[in-house]
Structures are given as structure tokens and as C-alpha cells.
């Protein structure tokens, strides 16, 4: 079936470090692919997307490229803050398939020291 | 971007009760809503879709009968753990999306539920 892989966390750094937190999927077919934000005690945000091969989602100074060729979806920010610190999915949803169900991965966990 | 709201955002409650957690889009009509459960430092794990005016479909090993989902508004869905044991204890999120399939998913704020 389809999934999404994260790596794993925590992921520690420092205040305007480069971050790098590896997605990569399994699916058939064309999924849209997500990273959601969540921080402590709270619900999911959306803080990029892409629907298509190549296309690159960026948002907030986050970015992620759809890679078709490597079925992969990294999320990167040249320099983290503080406030950056949270939990981030990564998740794949096929319009027309299985309802339009988002399938997350297991989260990675960045804390940011200042 | 639209805004969906839970309430409660947490709830403690004793063993053999029932609790209700609401689910409201406030600036738009979801034709669609999602109910996740999150263990801690573990991914969402969806419990079951359900649409306005019909049955929820919930996923394989969700108990229908413990998890009641009912969608009876384009702005409402509530979920009723009935007789909660302490395993239920969890973090739960509601998801909602304002057009069936395509529509763009968001999410509440989750609801902390603790059975003593």
C-alpha cells in the first residue's frame, strides 16, 4: 500500500543552522505530496505542498521539491530559528483514490537552540 | 486560510463514561471531515472519514461502536468515545475539507483526552 517514510528525530540544532529532514514515498500513480507543521499541543498546519512532479513547494522559508525519479519530498531551510521548533509530517494524498485520504509519516521532531 | 475549531481542547473523564468532541468549520461547509487519534510522538492515525448526512466509513481495527462519529451539519462533526477506558487516553484531531475530494484539509486544534 502507499506510505510515507520520514526520518527519524529528534533533530537538534543550532539557531540558523541548515535543516534537512528526509521524506520519501511509496505510491502509485500521482499523489500530491504535504509538509505539516505541528507544534506542542496543538493541531496540524499545512506549510507547503506540491501536486506534480518538479514542482517545489516553499512557504515560510521552507522548501521541498516533488523528486518523481526518487519518489522524494525533502523539506529544507537555509537558516532555523527558535520559533521553528515543532514536529513535521510529511504526507501524500491521491485525489481520486481511497477518498482523498492524506497518509502522513511518522513525524521528526526539530528543536532549535538558540 | 480556514479555520476549523475542537472543543474541547482537553477533557478528563472516569473510566465506563462517554465523552463528545466537537468539530466546527467556521468560515466554510465541509462536505468532508477526518477523526485522527495521536499517540505521543507517534504520526496520526486516521479513525474514519465521514460525510455530511451519511455513515462514517471507518478504517480497518476502529470500532464503530466505541468511536461514534456523527456529521449531521456541513459545519459540525462530533465524535463520542463511549465508555472510555484509559486505553482511549489519547490526542485526538479533527480534519475538514470544503470540497469532497480536492478541497484543500484542515485541521483543529486536537482534543487532550485523558479516562482516570
Known amino acids: 500500500g502507499d506510505s510515507v517514510t520520514q526520518m527519524e528525530g529528534p533533530v537538534t540544532l543550532s539557531e540558523e543552522a541548515f535543516l534537512t529532514i528526509n521524506c520519501t514515498y511509496t505510491?502509485?500513480?500521482?499523489?500530491?505530496l504535504f509538509w505539516y507543521v505541528q507544534y506542542p499541543g496543538e493541531g496540524l498546519q499545512l506549510l507547503l505542498k506540491?501536486?506534480?512532479?518538479?514542482d517545489k513547494g516553499s512557504n515560510k522559508g521552507f522548501e521541498a521539491t516533488y523528486r518523481k525519479e526518487t519518489t522524494s519530498f525533502h523539506l529544507e531551510k537555509g537558516s532555523v530559528q527558535v520559533s521553528d521548533s515543532a514536529v513535521y509530517f510529511c504526507?501524500?494524498?491521491?485525489?481520486?483514490?481511497?477518498?482523498?485520504?492524506?497518509?502522513f509519516g511518522q513525524g521528526t521532531e526539530l528543536s532549535v537552540k538558540p | 486560510g480556514a479555520v476549523v475549531s475542537q472543543h474541547p481542547s482537553w477533557v478528563i473523564c472516569k473510566s465506563g463514561t462517554s465523552v463528545k468532541i466537537e468539530c466546527r468549520s467556521l468560515?466554510?461547509?465541509?462536505?468532508?471531515m477526518f477523526w485522527y487519534r495521536q499517540f505521543p510522538k507517534q504520526s496520526l492515525m486516521l479513525m474514519a472519514t465521514?460525510?455530511?448526512?451519511?455513515?462514517?466509513?471507518?478504517e480497518q481495527g476502529v470500532e464503530k461502536d466505541k468511536f461514534l462519529i456523527n456529521h449531521a451539519s456541513l459545519t459540525l462533526s462530533t465524535l463520542t468515545v463511549t465508555s472510555a477506558h484509559p486505553e482511549d487516553s489519547s490526542f485526538y484531531i479533527c480534519?475538514?475539507?470544503?470540497?469532497?475530494?480536492?478541497?484543500?484539509?484542515?485541521f483543529g486544534q486536537g482534543t487532550r483526552l485523558t479516562v482516570v
Open positions: 480534519s475538514a475539507r470544503d470540497s469532497p475530494i480536492t478541497g484543500e484539509a484542515f
Open positions: 504526507a501524500l494524498r491521491k485525489i481520486y483514490n481511497q477518498g482523498g485520504k492524506l497518509i
Open positions: 506540491a501536486t506534480k512532479a518538479d
Open positions: 505510491a502509485t500513480g500521482y499523489p500530491s
Open positions: 468560515d466554510f461547509q465541509a462536505t468532508t
Open positions: 465521514s460525510n455530511e448526512g451519511s455513515k462514517a466509513t471507518y
